[in-house]
């Protein structure tokens, strides 16, 4: 059976992360999935059944821009390369999957995660090694590999990710041995 962990373990490893670098991966896929969600795996667009974003991270279907069908296939390549097939998700992930316009409001948050994983790894835009390097932050990867909307939105964009994702300043403030924290 695939899980996320062993999946994440196993791209690790291939990419060479340390723990620090597993756990930026860590924030930031957690973090686009508040922004998108607030990490609910069953919410719809505008908590509407007629919505097009599905799930925790909001894939849209064919509705709309159909990352829920990139997403699947990259699922697929991606499982394959790690020895391991659609087989061995869940019964019930793999009936939602295997649907012309699969629904990913309705899959295991397990899976939603593998998902993400999966298309973020195999998206050839996506420069993961730049994320938990730091050369790109994380509200801009979610901006360019995840949102990807109109360039004249970014900027609004980015403030929602602020905004939703804000630290209280007490927090931002506190001096913790080894660990820094900038608040611009």
Do not use: C
């Not at 896929?29 to 799930?55: A, H, L, M």
């Not at 061995?88 to 899959?107: A, I, T």
């Not at 801009?140 to 964009?157: N, T, V, Y």
């Amino acid at each position: 059976m695939a899980d996320y962990y062993t999946l994440l373990a196993k791209e690790a490893g291939k990419r060479n992360w340390n723990p620090d670098q597993i756990s930026v991966f860590e924030n930031w896929r957690n973090s686009v999935g508040q922004i998108e969600s607030n990490n609910i795996p069953t919410r719809t667009q505008g908590d509407s059944p007629k919505g097009i974003g599905r799930g925790k991270y909001q894939y849209e279907t064919s509705k709309g821009s159909a990352t829920n069908k990139t997403a699947t296939n990259r699922l697929k390549s991606f499982l394959k390369k790690n020895n391991f097939s659609i087989k061995d998700l869940p019964e019930s992930d793999r009936k939602v999957l295997s649907q012309q316009d699969p629904d990913f409001s309705l899959l295991s948050e397990d899976t939603q995660d593998i998902i993400f994983l999966a298309d973020k790894s195999e998206a050839p835009e996506t420069k993961l090694n730049d994320l938990v390097s730091g050369a790109i932050s994380p509200d801009e990867a979610w901006i360019k590999w995840h949102w990807k909307g109109s360039p004249k939105e970014a900027e609004k964009k980015r403030e929602q990710w602020f905004r939703n994702l804000i630290v209280p300043e007490q927090v931002v403030n506190l001096n913790i041995t080894g660990f820094e924290s900038t608040v611009t």
